[in-house]
């Protein structure tokens, strides 16, 4: 019987990991420094936290099952409700803003293609407790933040308001909206059309309703024809709103467009949103999405606004490859000590222990000839050898360096003088 790997799952071996790791590490760095800590939920909820919010479409994908004990879980798709789930659980009574961050894997039933997987990662932080222009040009400054400090280069923003959305489907009468979001969000307009049609919604009111998702570009030009579409206060008022945030945003250096037709897949989001391109993705470009939204009292607890955001951290790595950026180390880095013969490998083996208080380090336990022994040293990456012979009876080693080829005969004693200064 062959045993295989599921469907939608990777492996993910040596190198992979340590590029995995660099990044994740830059991006743990810059939300430490926003002041976010990490917070990490159980990977799988009670179903109905899911569905309480999730959108039709995430929860479709779901991954469910039963426990022995009857209840219905659920494999988290994303950790937005997790996440509030254990504030409401843990933390409402901590001094506000709460600042929370996450990295973990998350899991749907979806096709598998090209930065899409069935168990995927998201990077992502919640800001809980704090409204307002400048919540939400902080939480945008972040993600932007982020993609910066991993040297992306090749990446657009773009800002929407989906209140405006939500109160201009009130308008027309239509409050069971979830599905109008999703159609917009999928960009699949000719069922958009059909279902406003089948509502009842007039020829005119329609036009006008794509030509706000069509609403694009500049953003006081955008912003501007908003204003003259509508005369609605709260809409005007909203855009006064939307204005402030856009302000601060400039003000922080973040280059971004205005679309009015980012929906976002999820039925939470209450007002600014935002989503991140990579555009050397194609179909699959989105890396990052997020905005403001309110989950705290469907979960039972006190209105608590929130502003958010994911990444998707395996979109991201793809996204960086495509950009040429060199995640992972330096070249070469580390030692690998060989013992030229076998009366040799007890010095070695006593070397080794002696370099791992302070370094990277293996030491060849194969009894490889030398030459072969340093072939594998340098496959594996490491920068030094650390070659251990007859000179180890005068307390000397030869220390080479496998990058420029170089090495050196020195005292034992000044091996790790040499190594953490960079013998070349």
């Known amino acids: 019987m ?3 790997r599921p469907r ?57 099952f039963e426990d022995r004990g009857k209840r219905k879980l659920a494999l988290r798709p994303e950790l937005t409700a997790p996440v509030m789930r254990a504030y409401m659980n843990e933390l409402q009574s901590q001094a506000k803003p709460v600042k929370l961050y996450y990295i973990a894997n998350c899991f749907r039933y979806e096709r598998p293609q090209s930065g899409r997987y069935r168990e995927f990662w998201q990077a992502g932080i919640e800001l809980i407790g704090s409204s307002g222009a400048g919540a939400e040009a902080e939480v945008i400054a972040l993600a932007y933040t982020v993609l910066k400090n991993l040297n992306l280069k090749d990446f657009t923003m773009q800002i929407g308001n989906i209140s405006l959305l939500r109160k201009f489907l009130k308008n027309l009468g239509i409050t069971e909206q979830s599905k109008f979001l999703a159609l917009i969000d999928k960009e699949e307009h000719e069922e958009l059309e059909k279902q406003l049609e089948s509502y009842g919604v007039k020829a005119e009111d329609r036009k006008l309703f794509f030509e706000i998702i069509s609403l694009k570009g500049d953003t006081r030009e955008t912003v501007a024809r908003v204003r003259e579409l509508f005369q ?5 008022e909203e855009m006064d709103r939307f204005e402030e945030t856009l302000n601060y945003i400039d003000n ?23 989503e991140i391109y990579a555009r050397k993705l194609g179909a699959e470009k989105q890396i990052c999405g997020g905005g403001s939204y309110s989950l705290a009292e469907t979960f039972g607890g006190k209105a608590t606004p929130t502003c958010g955001f994911a990444i998707g951290f395996d979109r991201l790595i793809l996204a960086l490859d495509k950009d040429g950026v060199k995640a992972g180390g330096e070249n070469g880095h580390g030692v690998y000590v060989i013992p030229v013969s076998e009366e040799f490998i007890a010095y070695a083996m006593k070397i080794t222990s002696d370099i791992r208080e302070y370094n990277v380090c293996d030491v060849e336990l194969n009894r490889r000839k030398l030459g072969k022994a340093l072939s594998y040293a340098s496959k594996k990456g490491f920068e030094y050898a650390v070659i251990v012979g007859e000179e180890i009876k005068d307390s000397k080693i030869i220390l080479k360096n496998l990058i420029s080829k170089e090495q050196v005969e020195i005292e034992i004693s000044n091996v790790k003088t040499a190594l953490t200064t960079g013998h070349r």
Not at 232 to 236: F, G, S, Y
Not at 253 to 260: A, D, I, K
Not at 263 to 273: K, P, Q, W
């Open 2 to 4: 062959e045993f295989t």
């Open 8 to 64: 939608g799952t990777r492996d993910f071996f040596p190198e992979e990991m340590e590029k995995r790791r660099w990044v994740e590490a830059r991006i743990r760095d810059t939300f430490k420094n926003f002041g976010y800590g990490e917070i990490l939920t159980p990977t799988f909820e009670h179903i109905n936290l899911i569905t309480a919010k999730s959108g039709e479409d995430i929860v479709e994908h779901l991954y469910t």
């Open 232 to 236: 609605d206060r709260e809409i005007l």
């Open 252 to 274: 922080l250096g973040v280059e971004y467009s205005v679309n009015f037709g980012i929906a976002r897949g999820l039925d939470y989001y209450t007002g600014m949103v935002f």
